[in-house]
């Protein structure tokens, strides 16, 4: 089964920076990678997909990498705000055919004003 | 109206008494998923399934059932609960009909389970 890694420490980072998570994950590389955002007692919810084949994905101020060769997907939110504040997942599908997710532990986001 | 929900939001129940969560969805999805989260620990795959004939155990489902009524209600019981089933539990969907890319999770607001 797929192990995936995240950062446990909160990244506590100022208002306005880049913020960037990282997600590294073993064994095989799958076809894509799901990064979703959760806030305290609430379901997460999905922000962005990056296939293999893209290196690179955006969506307004949020920049997500896919590095299959590193194992390695980072997640940025540029200009960052207080509202960013929240804990990160990244999910990747199983392999044989399911797609059945596994999720990353997260990594929780603090941005000062 | 959400497009996920989940009864109750809240339970507190004592040891040994049966406990069902239920999910319904408007999303018109195959797939529904139930994990519990727990601090520390992350998400984690109960039981899910493919469509209503297809259940599938996830990585914890020891001590659970589930039930898929029709495409769109999903339930999760708690035969005889115990105190380290306290937990946030998560129903989710997903639509695979689209293709394994577009396979993204909706979750619903969650059921804060207490078992005394």
């Known amino acids: 089964s797929q192990k995936i890694e995240q950062n446990s420490e909160a990244l506590n980072i100022q208002e306005g920076k880049t913020a960037t998570l990282t997600c590294n994950y073993t064994n095989y590389s799958p076809a894509y990678l799901q990064w979703y955002r959760q806030d305290p007692g609430r379901g997460p919810v999905f922000l962005l997909l990056i296939r293999e084949n893209e290196k690179e994905k955006r969506k307004e101020r949020l920049k997500v990498t896919f590095d299959t060769t590193l194992k390695q997907s980072l997640f940025h939110i540029t200009a960052s705000q207080p509202a960013d504040s929240a804990t990160y997942l990244c999910a990747l599908p199983s392999s044989g055919g399911s797609y059945i997710p596994t999720f990353g532990r997260g990594t929780s986001l603090i941005v000062h004003p | ?116």
């Not at chain 2, 992350?42 to 914890?60: A, W």
């Not at chain 2, 059932?65 to 339930?75: D, G, H, L, P, W």
């Not at chain 2, 394994?100 to 005394?116: I, K, N």
Request: glycine share 8%; with cysteine.
């Open chain 2, 1 to 116: 109206d959400a497009d996920v929900t989940q009864t109750p939001r809240n339970r507190i129940t004592k040891t040994g008494k049966r406990i069902m969560l239920e999910c319904s969805q408007t999303k018109g999805h195959d797939r529904m998923y139930w994990y519990r989260q727990d601090p520390g620990l992350g998400l984690r795959l109960i039981y899910y399934s493919f469509d209503v004939k297809d259940i599938n155990k996830g990585e914890i489902s020891d001590g659970y059932s589930v039930s898929r009524q029709a495409q769109a209600k999903f339930s999760l019981s708690l035969e005889s609960a115990i105190p380290n089933q306290t937990a946030l539990y998560f129903c989710a969907t997903s639509d695979f009909r689209q293709g394994p890319s577009a396979d993204t999770q909706y979750f619903g607001p969650g059921t804060r389970l207490t078992v005394l």
